[in-house]
């Protein structure tokens, strides 16, 4: 035992430090039978598995050839994976040196030790430079040494929570098997012997597939022997191979196998920690043997299978595995050494990402499983826990996450610094010197100040002082919220929606009687799921459930984010906005070509979109009232203060907006809560007339009736009444002031529209550029704009540039009337099936504006070879009007040859009408033009293009039409619902023109809803009957407030039930 006891000091003091866990790789034999196996997926579960222990020992035989060379291969890709260009080997790949940084043993977590068989021969025992060493070894005097050595290890203590406390646990052991013969046969019934978990890499041939088989079917044996090993067994080795069998087939228990052709490689590390557990918490039964090893029983506990268990539903006090193993320590648990404990952990924590597909309770770290288990002893979870959500958050730990809050556990606010920096910030990158491709370095190109304060907050500043003063995660918080709507572009809601706070109020005092008094059962229920409070000035306050869903959305962190989704409140909002965020995150990413972030992004943006649809499915099935008036309730979330169906709408959810509940909301605002049929629609103009002339559809119709009688009064001007003879008629200017009047009116609307001045007061607090680009988006906007520009044009040209004829003003105005025809093919969009012919069309019209950029490059080189040959050294391509200048006529003949023109006799030069050869003449006389010269290669050129153009540019064109058509044609539906929203939002506050000049007072100065109304003040005679008047409308108000109250509080709850049910079905 002396001889272990020095070779672990001696390693201890060559890595300088104590392993939180040992892996142990055996197997190394020489093989009769070769077997080739999935070596590489080995290579990276062992990694990963040693990755996320902590402080992780891999023990190995070190030999030149088999299991070892395959284990010192796979640590060596950890290097140079881990630590990039500060590792260099040379050409025999043996010997390793240091460049730049060099790596010290408390950066390197994982430690490759060799325990190799030392000489009789020699004295002195073996070692190497512990410099930065690829391995670190150690000599020993026989076979049995490492058996030995493993079971040291599991007798030693180690500082597992902290190493300025003495709060020691076992060390963690386990043997893993590759290959292997028949002495790794007895090293394995051996180590079950005492007590040490082992795991069997299936798939690897000899022993350990041997031994698998076995225990699966004893009988196959005496075949599976030979064939495995290739050798030849007589009775008497069969007999000593069964019997070693036998031995370990009593222990399964403490055996887990690994699968290396059908197991994620990220599997080893949760069978590791099952095994590992499992071993500790059978360690008694396993060591008892009642009457056999001379052990006498405890008589003074009562004599049942579980002598601790209370009698009070499943709990069980001081039983647990972490309780068991610390219940012979020296310190006492207690509420101020557990805290002390876990600050110190949180400090010297390593954590490492699981993937949560394969991480259990039991997978490494095993600190998370004992931490939770203490203070789960001691009650200290609710109060103490935080530590633990917090490490357990950075290694994506969605179980112990999920727990966590189930029980009320809840972050700090000073622990979101910590969490941004360590998940969100770039790692081992120059962000302000150089450019990088992580998300920290993305945020920054969207808001530099708001990303600083977000990822580099912890790391900057103290955190003690900060904290003193106002608290680190508030202001992380408000510049993840201020980030959020910068990248989506909202402004901040002005103020709280009183609804909110009302609703938190009720929440805490809800919160309150239940844990006093034990009552309020719909009101625990809730307070179960929703596990935060509501912000105030305490630096120490708990962070809300909706920042740490922020902080998963900007950490791309799938799965805990639905976590956070789930308890969180306003699903359907919360949702969509989480979904926009991604989508402009993806695109960010995809701008800056780092496309593998940008499709992750992408693929979480439409899993969020995914469960908002599927919720509003299963709410539109269970309560169609409410899923409908759903979509157009006001909800402040993170700031951005909207609708679901707004949102929608402004960040293309075209499945959202075009979803039945959507729908079914529009028709409401379309027929103003009328019948939605035309027939019952227009008998209620005499049951309900305000409603009915207030409804947009009425709205609509009666526009585009102004709008049409303009367009017949505009015609007939243009076509009678412009120039001056006949512009003295009365009727000619009537028309004329009629179209400026009307024009006025439309363009003050389309004012409204593109700034949102008069659209309610709650929706959609959004800059004026972004509603500016919305507006600009739409197709139909832009021809709106275009028809007053040119409307604009020509009501200055015709009465500031007058001539007799009035030739450029007739001009403007007909290019304005056509225009306006073209306009006026809007009025069919809301018509289900001429809507999305004009999709089609509008779409199509894309494609052509493409065609025709790469066609304009094509035409105008061609024309100018044209002209070069056969007009050489012309010099007066400029000369004259603009209408005169020469690059008309060079790209006229390419042109009209795209449909079919051919200019035969001008392209040859046989064209000499109306021109002459003579220079004297031609310069002289502009009127004369100057002959074309004749070239073959003109002619062959345009053969060429013809053939081009005609057979290849034009099918392409005709190709993308088609694609397009396709395209809209399958999504017709879902293209026109949402154009059709565009129209309904648009009427429901537009009046229109020219009876909207009317109501300009009324909207801008005496709205009788706007405080201070000059309207109000007239109507109230005197002070007392204003008092009283004042009075009955605060407490509608009150009374409405309550209502809505009620109805909002009934719909988040339907929320929250809704999303957990459509959960499993995602």
């Avoid at 203060?641 to 605002?669: G, I, R, W």
């Avoid at 008092?1027 to 109250?1045: F, P, R, V």
Wanted: aromatic share 12%; hydrophobic share 40%.
């Amino acid at each position: 035992m002396s001889d272990v006891r020095c070779s672990w000091d001696r390693i201890k003091k060559n890595v300088n430090s104590t392993p939180t866990m040992v892996f142990s790789v055996i197997g190394d034999s020489d093989s009769f039978v070769p077997r080739p196996w999935a070596k590489t997926v080995f290579q990276t579960a062992l990694i990963e598995a040693a990755k996320s222990g902590g402080e992780s020992w891999i023990l190995y035989r070190g030999y030149e050839n088999g299991v070892s060379d395959i284990v010192r291969n796979a640590y060596r890709r950890y290097e140079d994976m881990e630590f990039g260009g500060r590792v260099k080997r040379n050409e025999a790949n043996t010997q390793v040196s240091v460049i730049e940084t060099p790596i010290d043993h408390i950066e390197r977590h994982v430690k490759l030790v060799r325990i190799a068989w030392k000489p009789d021969t020699e004295d002195q025992i073996e070692t190497i430079d512990a410099g930065s060493p690829p391995e670190y070894r150690e000599a020993t005097y026989g076979d049995g040494f490492l058996l030995k050595f493993e079971k040291f290890v599991s007798e030693q203590e180690v500082s597992f929570f902290s190493q300025k406390m003495d709060f020691r646990m076992p060390v963690s052991i386990a043997i893993i098997v590759c290959e292997g013969d028949i002495e790794t046969i007895v090293h394995i019934c051996d180590a079950l012997e005492k007590k040490l978990p082992v795991i069997i890499i299936k798939g690897s041939g000899k022993a350990a597939d041997l031994i698998l088989d076995y225990l699966d079917n004893e009988e196959v044996l005496r075949k599976k022997a030979s064939l495995l090993f290739g050798i030849r067994f007589d009775e008497t080795n069969y007999a000593i191979l069964k019997g070693y069998l036998e031995e370990i087939k009593k222990k399964t228990d403490l055996i887990g196998v690994f699968d290396v052709d059908n197991d994620d490689p990220l599997l080893l590390s949760n069978i590791v920690g099952e095994v590992v557990v499992s071993c500790w918490a059978m360690e008694k039964i396993l060591t008892k043997k009642t009457g056999n090893h001379g052990t006498t029983e405890d008589t003074s506990q009562p004599n049942t299978s579980c002598p601790i268990l209370k009698m009070n539903g499943l709990k069980m006090a001081k039983s647990s595995v972490a309780w068991e193993l610390l219940n012979n320590n020296s310190v006492k648990l207690e509420e101020n050494t557990m805290n002390r404990l876990l600050e110190d952990y949180k400090k010297e924590s390593r954590s490492y990402v699981l993937s949560p597909k394969y991480a259990s309770p039991t997978s490494l770290p095993l600190y998370f499983y004992f931490g939770y288990q203490l203070l789960q002893e001691l009650k200290l979870l609710p109060k103490s826990g935080h530590i633990l959500l917090l490490e357990a958050m950075k290694a994506n730990r969605c179980d112990y996450v999920r727990v966590l809050l189930d029980h009320r556990v809840t972050l700090k606010l000073d622990d979101l610094p910590e969490l941004y920096e360590q998940t969100v910030s770039c790692e081992n990158c120059k962000v302000e010197d150089e450019d990088c491709l992580h998300m920290e370095w993305i945020l920054k190109q969207i808001h530099e100040t708001h990303t600083k304060n977000l990822c580099h907050t912890y790391k900057e500043q103290e955190f003690e002082k900060l904290k003193a003063k106002n608290g680190t995660g508030i202001s992380v918080v408000e510049a993840a919220k201020s980030l959020c709507r910068k990248i989506l572009r909202y402004k901040e809601a002005s103020t709280q929606n009183d609804q909110e706070k009302t609703n938190s109020k009720q929440n805490d005092q809800g919160k309150t009687n239940s844990t006093q008094n034990g009552q309020g059962q719909t009101n625990s229920t809730q307070n179960d799921q929703v596990t935060n409070i509501v912000q105030n000035d305490n630096p120490q306050e708990e962070a809300k459930i909706s920042d740490l869903l922020l902080w998963a959305i900007f950490a791309n962190r799938r799965e805990l984010a639905e976590i956070f989704w789930l308890r969180s409140e306003n699903h359907l909002m919360t949702g969509l906005v989480c979904s926009a965020l991604l989508q402009k995150l993806a695109n960010k990413a995809n701008n800056v070509k780092e496309h593998i972030l940008s499709s992750e992004l992408e693929e979480h943006s439409k899993l969020f979109e995914q469960r908002c649809i599927a919720m509003m499915d299963s709410m539109y099935e269970e309560n169609i009232y409410h899923a409908i008036d759903l979509m157009d309730d006001d909800i402040v979330t993170w700031g951005i203060q909207s609708s679901p169906l707004t949102f929608a709408y402004e960040n293309f959810m075209f499945d959202v907006v075009a979803h039945t509940c959507s729908q079914k909301n529009m028709n409401k605002q379309w027929y103003n809560n009328l019948t939605p049929d035309l027939v019952p629609f227009l008998k209620s103009a005499f049951r309900k007339p305000r409603k009915f002339f207030t409804a947009p559809l009425t709205k609509y119709i009666y526009n585009y009736m102004m709008f049409f009688s303009m367009l017949v009064m505009y015609s007939a001007f243009v076509l009678t009444s412009i120039s001056t003879e006949y512009y003295v008629q009365d009727i000619g200017r009537v028309f004329e002031y009629y179209v400026y009047f009307w024009g006025a009116g439309d363009f003050i609307e389309e004012l409204f529209s593109c700034f949102g001045c008069l659209e309610l007061e709650n929706r959609s607090h959004r800059s004026y550029y972004s509603r500016m680009k919305r507006y600009l988006y739409d197709f139909w906007n832009l021809v709106d704009l275009l028809s007053y520009a040119l409307l604009i044009t020509a009501l200055f040209v015709r009465h500031m540039h007058p001539s007799e004829t009035f030739t450029i003003a007739r001009r403007m105005f007909s290019l304005s009337l056509l225009v306006m025809y073209l306009r006026f093919l809007e009025v069919f969009l809301i018509h289900r099936r001429l809507g999305p012919t004009l999709i089609m069309i509008k779409e199509m019209l894309k494609d052509l504006f493409g065609f025709l950029f790469v066609a304009v490059f094509i035409v105008i080189g061609v024309g100018i070879y044209y002209h070069a040959n056969l007009w050489p050294d012309y010099q007066g391509i400029w000369d004259g009007d603009w209408t005169q200048w020469r690059i008309w006529q060079i790209i006229y003949y390419p042109y009209f040859q795209l449909y079919g023109e051919l200019f035969n006799d001008f392209l040859e030069g046989k064209d000499l009408s109306d021109c002459s050869n003579i220079t004297s003449v031609w310069q002289s006389d502009p009127s004369i033009e100057r002959c074309p010269q004749e070239d073959w290669t003109v002619l062959g050129v345009s053969a060429l293009y013809m053939l081009f153009s005609n057979l290849l540019l034009v099918n392409l064109v005709i190709a993308m039409f088609s694609y397009t058509f396709e395209r809209v044609q399958e999504n017709s539906e879902k293209l026109w619902r949402f154009e059709r929203y565009t129209v309904i939002n648009d009427y429901e506050w537009r009046i229109p023109s020219p009876i909207n000049f009317i109501f300009l007072p009324y909207r801008f100065g005496c709205c009788p809803k706007r405080k201070g109304c000059c309207l109000n003040k007239c109507e109230k005679e005197n002070e007392q009957e204003a008092k009283e008047q004042e009075a009955k409308e605060q407490e509608k108000k009150e009374q409405e407030k309550k209502e809505k109250n009620e109805v909002t509080a009934f719909r988040r709850n339907f929320q929250k039930i809704t999303a957990y049910r459509i959960r499993d079905k995602l």
